[in-house]
C-alpha cells in the first residue's frame, strides 16, 4: 500500500514545479485553459479573462494563469500535431472564431471519436461557408488548425450558390456531392429564420402550379397548413392540407367525407368541376 505522505509530498511538489512553469494553451472568450503534469489536469481562469486564442501562460495562484507570450508558429505546429486531426466543412459562425462545423466522412468520425455530430470549433482565423477546414482534438474540444488545401474549391462554391439562390435541400444537386455535404448544407439553412418559409412555399406553390391553381397565401398550423389559393378562373378557396403529404385535412367545400382522398394538386380539378 502507498504511503499516503509520500503521496502528498509529490502532489506538493508537482504543484511547486507548476507554478514555475509556463505552458501552451488555446482560449475562448470567458474561458478557461488547461495543462496537465505528471498525470494530473489542471485549470486556470486566463489572465486577461477575455483573452481569444492560443496562449503561453504562466500560473501565478492555484486558480488563476496569467498570459505571458504568444507562441511562434512552429511552436504551435509542435502542440497541435500531439492532437488526432479530423477534416470538417464548415457550415456557419456561430460566434466570433467558433464555428459550426461537421465531418467530411462519417466512417472516419465515427473511428477516431466514436459518434458522429455536428461539432464546435474554435478559434477559425480563416475561411468561409462550406469550405473544408482541419481541426485537432484534444478529447473534448475542437480546435482549427487550417483550411484544407487537398478539397475541392468547386465543391464549397456549388453549396455556397445553392444557399444563396436557397435552393431547397431536396433539389441539391452536383457533381460528387456526399450524404456529409447534404448535411452541412443542411445545417447552414436551419439558422435562418425564415428558410423553411420559403421552402414550404415553394413546394404548396409548385403543387397548386400542376394543379392549375394559384396560392395566394399560407399560415402554419401544429401539423397542417391554412391554404387561401385561386383556381384558373380566379375563383378563391381555402383549405387545410397536411404538412407530411400534401393530403387535404379539409377542401373547404363539400366532398361528402371524401376530403382525405385528395391532395393539393388533385384538389384543383375536383373543385374547378364543382365550380363549373
Known sequence: MADIRKLINQIAEQEAQLSNTQ??????????VRTKVSGIIYTFAPKPRNFEGWGIFQPIDEKTAELVDEPSLPQLAEYLKLLPAM????????????????????SDAKQRIGHVKPVAVHLVTEGVAFECAIARYDGRTFWFEELDRRADPIVAENLRQAFKKQTPIEELRFKGITREMRTTYDLATQRIANWQQK??????????KQGGGNLEKFSARTDHWLVEWTTADGFRHTSAIDKNDLTVISSGICLSGRDRDFDLQSLVGVIEQQDY
Not at 505552458?23 to 478557461?32: E, I, N, Q, S, T
Not at 467558433?98 to 467530411?104: D, E, G, N, Q
Open 199 to 208: 421552402r414550404d412555399e415553394k413546394r404548396l406553390a409548385a403543387a397548386l
Open 23 to 32: 505552458f501552451l494553451a488555446a482560449c475562448v472568450p470567458k474561458g478557461l
Open 87 to 106: 477534416r470538417l466543412r464548415l457550415a456557419y459562425s456561430l460566434q466570433g472564431k467558433t464555428w459550426l462545423a461537421y465531418p467530411i466522412n462519417e
